[in-house]
């Protein structure tokens, strides 16, 4: 994929990893004051931020802005207590119009569950509602979480988006692909392949 980068202003922290083993980590920023992604602090004065899509994708915007409860792959460099971070790069697992509020959300085939227990992990954070309540068949969000299941994800963020796009993201696992790769489906999702499909990397 290629990144849209742009300039993070978190700042914070009063030492700078200047050396030290490079590492990567996948999680959910769980608060700021420099970024913390699950519970960790990494200093992001000089860290770039972007959003995991390709060139010309709907959601190239040429912005990134890091807020709660997103999933993010963050590169650093240092120790665990003295790391500074050099890329973060925010990654939806879900884009989409709400097709089902009961029992569960349902967008894209895939099925959102909210977690409001910190003891399972990030509670879900909530943007654009005040909770899951508000939520109505229709709506457009935008969801980070983890995978728990091959069309299931865990929640950290759901955000409420412009209702006017008709553009789908989903992350999940192919299945019931075509013999001929015309077609596979990602949950409960199906997805057409043809001449004018692009598929990166080829």
């Known amino acids: 994929a290629a990144f849209a980068l742009a300039a993070c202003g978190g700042g914070g922290g009063d030492t700078t990893a200047t050396s030290g083993p490079e590492g990567a980590t996948v999680g959910t920023v769980t608060g700021f004051g420099s970024i913390i992604v699950d519970g960790v602090r990494y200093d992001d004065r000089s860290a770039r931020v972007s959003v995991d899509t390709l060139v010309g994708a709907p959601d190239d915007s040429g912005s990134a802005e890091l807020k709660l409860g997103q999933r993010v792959e963050l590169r650093y460099r240092g120790l665990e207590d003295n790391s500074q971070a050099s890329d973060v790069t925010i990654s939806a697992e879900i884009v989409g119009p709400v097709t089902a509020v009961s029992p569960d959300l349902v967008v894209a085939g895939q099925t959102i569950k909210i977690n409001t227990d910190p003891a399972v992990g990030p509670v879900t954070v909530f943007d654009g509602f005040a909770s899951a309540a508000d939520i109505q068949i229709g709506h457009r969000i935008e969801v ?56 990166s990397p080829v």
């Not at 865990?154 to 019931?176: D, Q, Y």
Request: net charge positive; charged share 10%; aromatic share 6%.
């Open 144 to 199: 980070h979480g983890t995978a728990t299941g091959a069309s299931t994800v865990l929640a950290t963020r759901i955000e409420r988006k412009p209702s006017l796009a008709t553009w789908v993201r989903v992350t999940g696992f192919l299945s019931n692909l075509a013999a001929n790769g015309s077609s596979f489906m990602l949950g409960g999702l199906t997805v057409l392949v043809d001449s004018n499909t692009r598929i």
